[in-house]
């Protein structure tokens, strides 16, 4: 009883603090943030296809690398490596980076820091990449045959039927769309991948599950990303972006690509457990980076919307500081707008 208090106690003093509560979340790295500063090195970011088979492979290798290095983080069994901690992070933080002004912005410096892993702790030399799902739905053939599930050069393919039971989630957070998550995948580098948190806030052990969906494709042409592009100012964007424009266009851009994959990629926590989630954040981090380049001078530190999903709703400014919970120090909003300045130091091709 005297424990059910206190943890409703402590929900309360987070809601009065406007913190998002989370039962998990980690303390801040106490490594100094650079601020946003000249680069020594300006890295091109490429889609998956532009990567020679040397690099898709160096990239592959490099994940695999990260699921097998330990975690930075006492205390939570199942968070066991760093690929892990990356998943965790965003569970943990999912709440306080959606619906938020900050989300495009969390999530760029999110694929930078797992970009950093990569090259830092894993010795990938290529370029970070993202998947231009466009090219896939603009196709004629089916979103499965798209080289990115490709065995050999790509993530692997769909869920097999029969080899995933989805638990039940008291938190009803995978529930939504239970058909989705059709299978293990059962092809490819992330056959033996253990997944370890999820589906949603869960801690179970379980597969790489995916279920592609083909009718994602109309969410995902160029034609879509051409109307979340004319979208202005900033507020409108970022809405489009995440939530779709308008009514009965299924996800827009963003839930698209989630549910394109399917699966574990579906759930708005635990997605970040299937790789091909840095691919797909890629491509909307590319859409926000060329939306910004069309007027840099109103664009390029453009930023609004609430600082939390729920009242007390405050206005972002661009010196909102952003957690990365073991992952890194905190960063300012400000810091991340222009890609081309430190933490990011990257640009698109
Ligand atoms: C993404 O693919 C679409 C469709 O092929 C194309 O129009 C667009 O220019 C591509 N963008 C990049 C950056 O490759
Ligand atoms: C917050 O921003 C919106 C526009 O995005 C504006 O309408 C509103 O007045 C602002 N609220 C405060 C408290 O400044
Ligand atoms: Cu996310």
Not at 38 to 55: G, N, S, Y
Not at 97 to 118: K, P, S
Request: charged fraction near 20%.
């Amino acid at each position: 009883m005297l424990r059910f208090t206190a943890l409703i106690a402590l929900a309360l003093v987070y809601l009065a603090s406007g913190i998002a509560a989370s039962p998990f979340a980690a303390p801040d790295s106490a490594i100094p943030q650079k601020r946003a500063g000249t680069c020594a090195q300006i890295r091109v970011r490429k889609e998956w296809r532009a990567l020679t088979d040397v690099e898709k492979k160096g990239y592959i290798n490099a994940v695999l690398c990260l699921q097998s290095r330990p975690a930075t983080v006492a205390g939570r069994p199942a968070i066991r490596n760093r690929f892990d901690e990356f998943q965790a992070t965003h569970i943990d933080l999912t709440d306080e980076v959606h619906q938020v002004g900050h989300f495009l912005a969390w999530h760029r410096h999110f694929i930078t820091l797992f970009y950093n892993a990569l090259r830092d702790e894993c010795g990938y030399t290529g370029p970070m990449t993202y998947w231009n799902w466009s090219i896939d739905a603009d196709n004629t053939k089916a979103m499965k045959d798209s080289v990115i599930y490709d065995p050999n050069t790509g993530f692997g393919g769909d869920g097999v039927p029969g080899t995933y039971t989805l638990p039940p989630d008291p938190n009803g957070q995978s529930s939504a769309f239970p058909g989705a998550y059709r299978g293990c995948v059962k092809t490819g580098p992330f056959v033996n991948q253990v997944v370890r948190l999820g589906p949603g806030k869960l801690v179970t052990e379980h597969c790489l599950v995916r279920g592609v969906d083909e009718s994602s494709k109309t969410a995902l042409k160029t034609t879509e990303v051409n109307r979340v592009m004319q979208q202005t100012p900033f507020e409108k964007f970022r809405t489009s972006l995440e939530n779709g424009i308008g009514f009965g266009f299924g996800f827009g851009i963003h839930g698209g690509g989630h549910s394109a994959v399917g699966g574990e990629m579906l759930n708005p926590y635990s997605s970040p457990g299937d790789p091909l989630f840095y691919l797909h954040h890629g491509n909307l981090d590319r859409i926000w980076w060329q939306w910004q380049k069309v007027d840099p001078a109103k664009r390029l530190f453009d930023i609004s919307g609430p600082t939390t999903q729920r009242p007390p709703q405050v206005n972002i400014t661009l010196d909102f500081m952003m957690t990365f919970t073991t992952l890194g120090p905190k960063v300012a909003v400000r810091d991340v707008m222009d890609a081309s300045t430190e933490p990011s130091c990257f640009t698109y091709e």
